[in-house]
């Protein structure tokens, strides 16, 4: 237990066998003691996600807090907010049917050096509906046999952004067309084929774990689509068995932080005719995988 800025413990409660705490008595909005910070990372790589309920984050507010875990990272499909430039809105409106990050996926895992994590605040949820599920990746990483993780530390896979549909591509919705932002770097991002190894042993902590995310892979380095295809379903399968989840229900000012190097997620889209709106940061990774 560490002590927040106002003198009160902060507590954390684990909310599933697989991953996933809660911390409390924090107020985010704050600026917090090294140690706080410290106490939150500590958890953070213990736990994969942490979950804050009862906020109220301006976008600087929020960016403050991400700015203590590392430099934070430009998403290039979505325009920022005006009030700053590394938080994107992230908006379902009541009249649209399409939502963003609606597949099991790892955040940016197409670029060279993916991030070590995300911060995604609520400004406003649904009365029911729109959770956000998470999948621990070094648990599917270590429920299978010896031979098996052999065969998967000897793979890499291809990653492509060209398999994602754009995040926020209803074409009938001008809001989600003027939220979109296609740019050189778009482009440049489009073009590239990074290549990843499937097994990564987490730069923190050590512990091996998959690094996969279904919706951008090409194939494997070396195979092509139609040999990889079957590894690569059989993977996705694995890893977004229930055992390895977490589901998290939003309320207005909740904040949920996950370690991408070791964690997807999924975030439902069961809430039509009501409108969602959350606010995205990412913190950069300090090295390429
Ligand atoms: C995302 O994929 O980053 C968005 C998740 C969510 O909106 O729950």
Redesign the pocket.
Known sequence: MSVSQKGTPLEIERITGSLGAVVSNVDLSRALSDLTIAKIREAFLEHHVLFFRNQSLSPLQQAAFGQRFGALEDYPFVRPLAAHSKIIP?IKEADERLN??GGW?T?LIYRPSPPLG?M?YAVQVPARGGD?LFADSIRAYQAVSSRMQQLMESLSVVYSVKHVTRPTSDSDNEDQRSRSMPTTTDLEVVESTPIHPLVRTHPETGKKGLYFSRGHTDRFEGMTPAESKPLLDWLYNHMTQPTFTARFQWQPGSLAFWDNRCVS?Y?LNDYHGERRH?H?LTIAGDRPV
């Open positions: 992230v963003f990050g996926h955040d995300t995604l956000t997620h975030a959350m995205r």
